[in-house]
C-alpha cells in the first residue's frame, strides 16, 4: 500500500482512537470531579445537538475549502477543547459548567472531521493507486480497532493516572492525528473549480434537494442507515443493558459490544480482500441476510454465548454492508456536494442513537423485555426485505449519478 492511503488510514485511527478513549474516560472525570452523575448525563446531552447542527452545516464550509484542511482542522478542535480542560483544573478548578462549555466545543469538531475524512477517501483512492473496496474495508477495520483497543485503553489510563494525565495523552493522540493528515500533499484535499449556486445556503439546500428528492438511491441509503442505525442503540443502549442487569451479569455487555467489533474487524477485512470480487448485489443480500440473522438471534435474548454470537454476525453485517453502501455513495455523490450530503447523514445518524434508546425504554415499560427486543428485529427485519427488494436500490454497479435537483 502507497504512502497517501498509509497516511490517511493511520490519521483515522489516531482519530477514532482519540474519541473512543475520551467516550469512556469523560464521563468517569466527570464523576470523580463533580461527583454528580446526572452532570455527567447533562455534559453528553449538552454535546448532542451542537454535534448534529455542526455536523448539517458545516459540510458547505467542506465543499468551499480544501477537505484536507479540514479534516486537520476538525482534528485540533477536538485536540484544544480536550486539552483546555486539564488547563482550567490547574488555574481555577473544574466545575459541571467547564466539562458542557468544551464539551460543546470538542463535539462541533467530531461529526464535520468524520465528514472531512469521508469526503477525502475519492482523492485517497485516486492519489494512493488503491482501490475503493480495499480502501473503504480497511477503514472499517480500524474503526472496529479503535472500538476494540479505546474503551481498554481508557481504562488502563485511568487506572494508572489521574484525570488531567489521561486529558492529555487524549488530546495528543488527536493532534497526531491532524499532524499524521499534515503529511498528504496538500493537492489531494484540492476541488475542482465547479459551477454551483454563490451562497452556502443556497448550496446547502442544493444538497438537500439532491439527497431527499433528486436521487432515490441515496435517500434509500439514508434511510436503511438510519434505521439500523435506530435498532442498533435500542439493542445496544437498553434491551441488552436491561437484560443483562436482570440476569445479574451487567459486564456481559461489554464483551457483546467486543464481539460486534470483532465482526466488524473481519467484515471489513474481508470486504478489503475479496470486495471488488463479484457482483455487488450477491453482497449486498449477503450483508442483508446475515444482519436480519445476527439481530434476530440476540432479540431472542438466549444464553449469553449465543448473544455473542448473533453480535459477531451483526459486525460482519455491519462491515460488508457499510462497506459496499460506502463504495456506492462515493461512486454517485457529486463531488462538489459531497460535504454537504455526507454532513447531513451524518448529522441524522448521530440523532438516530438517542432516538432508539428512548423507543426501546417505552417499548419495554409498556411491552416488556422479550417483546421489545423481537419488535426491534421485525423492524430491522422488514427494511431488509424493502431493500432488497427496492428499485431505487436494484442496479448498484458503477454508474456516476446524475445531478437532477
Do not use: C
Not at 472531521?113 to 480495499?134: C, F, N, S, Y
Request: glycine fraction near 12%; avoid cysteine; charged fraction near 10%.
Amino acid at each position: 500500500m502507497k504512502r497517501i492511503p498509509v497516511a490517511f488510514l493511520a490519521s483515522e485511527l489516531l482519530s477514532l482512537l482519540g474519541n473512543a478513549i475520551a467516550g469512556v474516560a469523560l464521563p468517569l472525570i466527570v464523576l470523580q470531579s463533580t461527583g454528580s452523575v446526572l452532570g455527567a448525563g447533562l455534559v453528553a446531552a449538552a454535546t448532542a445537538v451542537p454535534a448534529m447542527l455542526g455536523g448539517l452545516f458545516t459540510g458547505v464550509l467542506i465543499d468551499r475549502i480544501n477537505r484536507r484542511t479540514a479534516s486537520i482542522v476538525t482534528d485540533l478542535i477536538s485536540a484544544g477543547a480536550v486539552a483546555a480542560l486539564p488547563v482550567v483544573d490547574r488555574l481555577v478548578g473544574l466545575e459541571l459548567g467547564w466539562f458542557i462549555l468544551f464539551g460543546i466545543v470538542g463535539s462541533l469538531g467530531d461529526v464535520p472531521g468524520m465528514t472531512a475524512r469521508e469526503a477525502l477517501l475519492p482523492a485517497i483512492v485516486r492519489h494512493g493507486g488503491i482501490t475503493t473496496e480495499r480502501l473503504v474495508g480497511v477503514r472499517e477495520s480500524i474503526g472496529a480497532l479503535a472500538i476494540l483497543v479505546g474503551p481498554a485503553a481508557a481504562g488502563g489510563l485511568m487506572a494508572l493516572f489521574d484525570g488531567s494525565a489521561v486529558l492529555w495523552i487524549t488530546a495528543v493522540t488527536s493532534l497526531a492525528a491532524a499532524l499524521v493528515t499534515l503529511t498528504l500533499p496538500r493537492g489531494v484535499g484540492d476541488l475542482a473549480a465547479e459551477s454551483g449556486p454563490a451562497t452556502g445556503w443556497a448550496q446547502l439546500r442544493e444538497g438537500w434537494r439532491l439527497l431527499f428528492r433528486g436521487s432515490r438511491f441515496l435517500l434509500a441509503v439514508t434511510l436503511i442507515n438510519l434505521v439500523l442505525a435506530i435498532v442498533l442503540s435500542a439493542l445496544q443502549g437498553l434491551v441488552l443493558p436491561v437484560h443483562f442487569t436482570l440476569l445479574d451479569q451487567p459486564g456481559l455487555l461489554g464483551l457483546v459490544l467486543s464481539s460486534i467489533a470483532l465482526g466488524t474487524l473481519v467484515g471489513g477485512g474481508v470486504y478489503a480482500v475479496v470486495g471488488s470480487r463479484g457482483p455487488r448485489r450477491a453482497w449486498f443480500v449477503a450483508g442483508f441476510g446475515t444482519s436480519v440473522l445476527g439481530i434476530a438471534t440476540i432479540a431472542v435474548l438466549p444464553a449469553a454465548g449465543f448473544v455473542f454470537v448473533g453480535a459477531f454476525l451483526l459486525g460482519v453485517a455491519a462491515a460488508l454492508l457499510s462497506g459496499l453502501l460506502g463504495v456506492l455513495m462515493l461512486e454517485r455523490i457529486p463531488d462538489r456536494m459531497r460535504g454537504r450530503i455526507l454532513g447531513t447523514q451524518n448529522a441524522i445518524l448521530t440523532g438516530a442513537a438517542p432516538v432508539g434508546i428512548v423507543a426501546a425504554a417505552v417499548a419495554v415499560e409498556y411491552a416488556g423485555l422479550a417483546v421489545a427486543a423481537a419488535a426491534f428485529a421485525v423492524v430491522w427485519a422488514l427494511a431488509a426485505v424493502v431493500a432488497v427488494t427496492s428499485r431505487a436500490l436494484r442496479s448498484l454497479e458503477a454508474a456516476p449519478m446524475k445531478e437532477s435537483v
